[in-house]
């Protein structure tokens, strides 16, 4: 089991920056690749952003790529989410997630194959 714990979520004007975390505790953080999602209002849970149990592979969505940043610290089993530049389109709840993996370097984008979840941080962009 691992718990996490997100944090970071805010009010920001458009062009501002956020930074999100997501702590977690439990079994060893390095065991999993780690993911982050969003769900704003009336829409279904999209993909944001992955990155892979060593840290060397990310992957970002095509909606963010060059705005957001993912990165993990495994002395404090934490992983970020650096934002930039956000947009009103980007107003939603975020989640981190955790999946298990044996892989070091796999990415995970399909929110199903992730096994826990965070309970969310809202971020609201005003235009």
């Known amino acids: 089991q691992v718990q996490l714990v997100e944090s970071g979520g805010g009010l920001v004007q458009a062009g501002g920056s956020l930074r999100l975390s997501c702590a977690a505790s439990g079994r060893t953080f390095s065991s999993y690749a780690m993911g982050w999602f969003r769900q704003a209002p009336g829409k279904e849970r999209e993909f944001v952003t992955a990155?892979?149990?060593?840290?060397?592979?990310?992957y970002y969505a095509d909606s963010v790529k060059g705005r957001f940043t993912i990165s993990r610290d495994h002395a404090k089993n934490t992983v970020y989410l650096q934002m930039n530049s956000l947009k009103p389109e980007d107003t939603a709840v975020y989640y981190c997630?955790?999946?298990?993996?044996?892989?070091?370097?796999?990415?995970?984008?399909?929110?199903?194959?992730?096994?826990?979840w965070g309970q969310g941080t809202q971020v609201t962009v005003s235009s």
């Open positions: 990155i892979s149990r060593s840290g060397v592979n990310t």
């Open positions: 997630a955790a999946d298990s993996t044996l892989y070091p370097y796999t990415i995970i984008i399909v929110p199903n194959e992730y096994d826990f």
